[in-house]
């Protein structure tokens, strides 16, 4: 395995960086120069700045993220769906010398397209250290990726985090609201509606209703929100799925906690992995494959 590399997870807001010596991590950065939030300086300044003093010519640099997206640095491909794992870490993109952004991952064809960029690494590690067939990936967006036999075989994607910032936001929903409070029995109350009522855009104005009438807390709103947000996410991805599927939740401790409640209350088991941790067993895994091509190839005939 190489002895040293840099790797870097660049999202739209945010920046975070790792660098490695013989497989640990040894230090970390990070930066809110997210693509949509770079002022002005070229993505090369930024990176340079982030891994001053890290690397020499010689240290690999692996990124992943919006940074490989059409609006980032340089666009990297979608490599389609069925996909085996293992091909993620072998079609890397080269935007500089010795810096590489990994691939996005698409749905085939065009009846019910679907794409994925940073959450290909997340998933890559997640298999290796919490192996399932079907993994969870909560966030702004929320992936819901298939997997059988060391293949992706399709992926989803609900839009339950900005959903709800939108509705919280930008809504009538949560116009006049107060600063919200933490709200544990909100969240269950809107967790059991929105699985029991997965169908939810008769249940949305209630929400305004529940509060103006006083039947909600007004800083509970965003909790409650949440939970139906939540509820209905799981109830109706799990509506047709095998109660066999073994499932892996890849997430933040909040939302981990959150999706997990939620799981729970259906019956449904899970293992849950924190997305860092995911994210940097993925890179590595990646960083391997190109110092061992040989290894990475002969792995992949296994699978």
Same mark, same amino acid.
């Given at each position: 395995?190489?002895?040293?590399?840099?790797?870097?997870?660049?999202?739209?807001?945010?920046?975070?960086?790792?660098?490695?010596?013989?497989?640990?991590?040894?230090?970390?950065?990070?930066?809110?120069?997210?693509?949509?939030?770079?002022?002005?300086?070229?993505?090369?300044?930024?990176?340079?700045?982030?891994?001053?003093?890290?690397?020499?010519?010689? *240290? =690999?640099?692996?990124? $992943?993220?919006?940074? &490989?997206?059409?609006? #980032?640095?340089?666009?990297?491909?979608? +490599? /389609?769906?069925?996909?085996?794992?293992?091909?993620?870490?072998?079609?890397?993109?080269?935007?500089?010398?010795?810096?590489?952004?990994?691939?996005?991952?698409?749905?085939?064809?065009?009846?019910?397209?679907?794409?994925?960029?940073?959450?290909?690494?997340?998933?890559?590690?997640?298999?290796?250290?919490?192996?399932?067939?079907?993994?969870?990936?909560?966030?702004?967006?929320?992936?819901?990726?298939?997997?059988?036999?060391?293949?992706?075989?399709?992926?989803?994607?609900?839009?339950?985090?900005?959903?709800?910032?939108?509705?919280?936001?930008?809504?009538?929903?949560?116009?006049?609201?107060?600063?919200? *409070? =933490?709200?544990?029995? $909100?969240?269950?109350? &809107?967790?059991?509606? #929105?699985?029991?009522?997965?169908?939810? +855009? /008769?249940?949305?104005?209630?929400?305004?209703?529940?509060?103006?009438?006083?039947?909600?807390?007004?800083?509970?709103?965003?909790?409650?929100?949440?939970?139906?947000?939540?509820?209905?996410?799981?109830?109706?991805?799990?509506?047709?799925?095998?109660?066999?599927?073994?499932?892996?939740?890849?997430?933040?401790?909040?939302?981990?906690?959150?999706?997990?409640?939620?799981?729970?209350?259906?019956?449904?088991?899970?293992?849950?992995?924190?997305?860092?941790?995911?994210?940097?067993?993925?890179?590595?895994?990646?960083?391997?494959?190109?110092?061992?091509?040989?290894?990475?190839?002969?792995?992949?005939?296994?699978?």
């Amino acid at each position: 395995m190489t002895t040293g590399y840099i790797a870097i997870d660049w999202g739209s807001t945010h920046l975070r960086a790792w660098r490695y010596r013989d497989g640990e991590c040894i230090d970390s950065r990070q930066s809110d120069a997210g693509i949509t939030r770079l002022n002005g300086e070229s993505p090369a300044a930024i990176l340079a700045r982030i891994t001053d003093g890290w690397r020499d010519a010689t *240290t =690999p640099v692996l990124m $992943a993220g919006m940074v &490989g997206s059409n609006a #980032g640095w340089q666009e990297a491909p979608y +490599l /389609p769906c069925p996909l085996p794992l293992s091909a993620i870490g072998r079609q890397l993109m080269p935007v500089a010398d010795n810096v590489w952004i990994v691939p996005g991952i698409r749905s085939p064809g065009t009846k019910n397209p679907n794409v994925m960029r940073g959450d290909e690494t997340q998933l890559l590690g997640a298999a290796q250290l919490a192996p399932a067939t079907l993994y969870v990936m909560p966030g702004t967006h929320c992936k819901w990726v298939f997997t059988h036999h060391h293949k992706i075989t399709h992926f989803q994607t609900v839009m339950t985090g900005e959903l709800h910032a939108l509705l919280l936001r930008h809504s009538l929903i949560g116009n006049g609201l107060p600063e919200q *409070t =933490p709200s544990p029995s $909100a969240f269950e109350d &809107g967790l059991a509606t #929105g699985l029991d009522n997965p169908a939810i +855009l /008769p249940r949305l104005f209630e929400v305004r209703a529940a509060h103006v009438l006083g039947a909600l807390p007004r800083d509970a709103v965003s909790d409650y929100l949440s939970g139906l947000l939540i509820g209905a996410d799981v109830a109706t991805m799990t509506a047709d799925a095998d109660r066999q599927l073994s499932i892996t939740l890849v997430a933040s401790d909040g939302l981990s906690r959150r999706y997990q409640q939620a799981f729970h209350a259906i019956g449904r088991r899970v293992q849950a992995i924190s997305g860092d941790e995911a994210f940097q067993a993925g890179i590595r895994s990646i960083a391997y494959a190109m110092a061992n091509p040989t290894s990475a190839d002969s792995d992949s005939a296994r699978h």
